[in-house]
């Protein structure tokens, strides 16, 4: 069975629930708390998790709980620690320290403790660096002298699947875009439509999601480089996971007036490797005439993307769903309630997150 972990999968806060299904799928029991899902596992559900979670930003090994109220304390307490299973003579570590309410703050000196603690430890100098994504990270959380301290499993951030190369005017992160297919409902039974659909995120994650495809199987992970890595377990994990990728018959479409974003699109769905019916068109709201259809989209924002109505986009868009469309399950994301009501189509507001600093609301409905 081997060594038991204490995880954590940061989800971006308001979409810890859908994380925490997602973990469900894999057979794993988690709680909800803010920012993200507390559960148990082993080496090889830090492999899972990390390979197939498609809303989570990364997964955290909580190895170090303890109260300390002095430097002197804090290094005692740090080299207890079994850190020779993540951090290699070789390895570059960055260190992220937050506190609040506690007797020690300054944290720079604490980071200065940290270290001197991880290198009593195992016995050599670790190498620090600024650089969020070069190797391991550690995170370390002061709360009323009570430290938390944290590896990250993941490496770079776990929405970085490594095929977008080219990105249009705002691009939508790629956790974003997963959250909002998996909360349509959307089960490959009809097609699934992106009419803004830019550089391709929505459609790509939607091709992704119906093959079954792990959206972490062609990048790396900081894991790889501990001590404990067992290529072999990891190697039969991806293998598993490679085996039920399987086909998709829907068609899914982005539309977008921008030729530039679709080019985008097509050199991101080469680089995703997802065998699907997958198609992007430079076109403004064409005619379908489909029976039934998921509506999957971002429509613009007004605040990076330029445009001069957008209220008038707004309800050319609800007036394009009437017209084209039987039965359609619409989920889009918008930051102004105003224009979303615009559309004229009965949307309910299922949960809001921070897309890049903006507040966007996430809105549900159907029609008829
Ligand atoms: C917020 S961006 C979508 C970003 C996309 N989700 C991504 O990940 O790259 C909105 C997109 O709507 C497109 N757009 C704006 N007005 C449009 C219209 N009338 N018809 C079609 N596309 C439009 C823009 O070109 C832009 O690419």
Redesign the pocket.
């Known amino acids: 069975m081997g060594t038991v972990f204490k995880l954590f999968a940061v989800s971006p806060p308001g979409l810890e629930y859908v994380t925490a299904r997602e973990l469900k799928e894999l057979g794993i029991e988690g709680k909800v708390v803010k920012g993200g899902v507390e559960f148990k596992g082993t080496i090889k559900d830090i492999y899972r998790t990390n390979l197939h979670l498609r809303t989570a930003n990364r997964i955290l090994v909580r190895v170090a709980t303890f109260k300390a109220k002095s430097f002197k304390e804090l290094v005692e307490r740090v080299k207890r620690y079994p850190w020779e299973i993540y951090i290699q003579k070789d390895l570059p570590i960055k260190l992220r320290v937050t506190s609040r309410k506690s007797k020690l703050y300054h944290t720079k000196a604490i980071e200065e403790r940290i270290v001197k603690g991880i290198m009593e430890r195992v016995k050599f100098e670790p190498l620090i660096t600024e650089e969020e994504d070069l190797g391991e990270s550690i995170i370390v959380r002061v709360e009323r002298d009570r430290f938390t301290i944290s590896v990250n499993s993941s490496g770079a951030m776990l929405h970085k699947r490594g095929y977008r190369r080219e ?7 790629e956790t974003f ?1 997963a959250a909002m297919v998996l909360e349509s409902g959307w089960m490959g039974n009809a097609p699934l439509i ?9 459609p790509i994650e939607a091709a992704l999601i119906c093959t079954n495809t792990p959206p972490g199987l062609y990048r790396e992970f900081a894991f790889e480089k501990w001590r404990i890595h067992s290529e072999e377990l990891w190697q039969s994990v991806k293998d598993e996971a490679a085996q039920s990728i399987k086909e998709c018959r829907a068609s899914i479409m982005g ?4 030729r530039r ?1 679709i080019k ?2 097509q050199i991101n769905a080469f680089f995703s490797r997802v065998k699907a019916n997958l198609s992007f068109e430079v ?3 064409p005619e379908l005439n489909t029976e039934k259809a998921y509506i999957v ?5 007004g605040i ?2 330029e ?1 001069d109505n957008l209220k008038e ?1 707004y309800a ?2 609800g007036r394009w769903v009437k017209s084209n469309f039987k039965e359609a399950h619409v989920v889009i ?1 918008s930051p102004l309630k105003r224009y979303v009501e615009a559309t004229g189509l009965r949307l309910e507001r299922i949960t809001s997150f921070s897309n890049g600093g903006i507040r966007v609301g996430l809105y549900r409905g159907a029609i008829p």
């Not at 990105?167 to 992160?173: I, S, V």
């Not at 992106?194 to 929505?202: A, L, N, Q, W, Y």
């Not at 539309?255 to 921008?258: E, V």
């Open positions: 990105t249009g005017d705002a691009p939508l992160r875009a992106d009419p803004f659909c830019g550089s391709g995120t929505i539309f977008d007036k921008d974003s985008a699109a076109k403004s709201f989209t971002n429509p613009p924002y990076r993307v445009a986009i050319s868009f994301l």
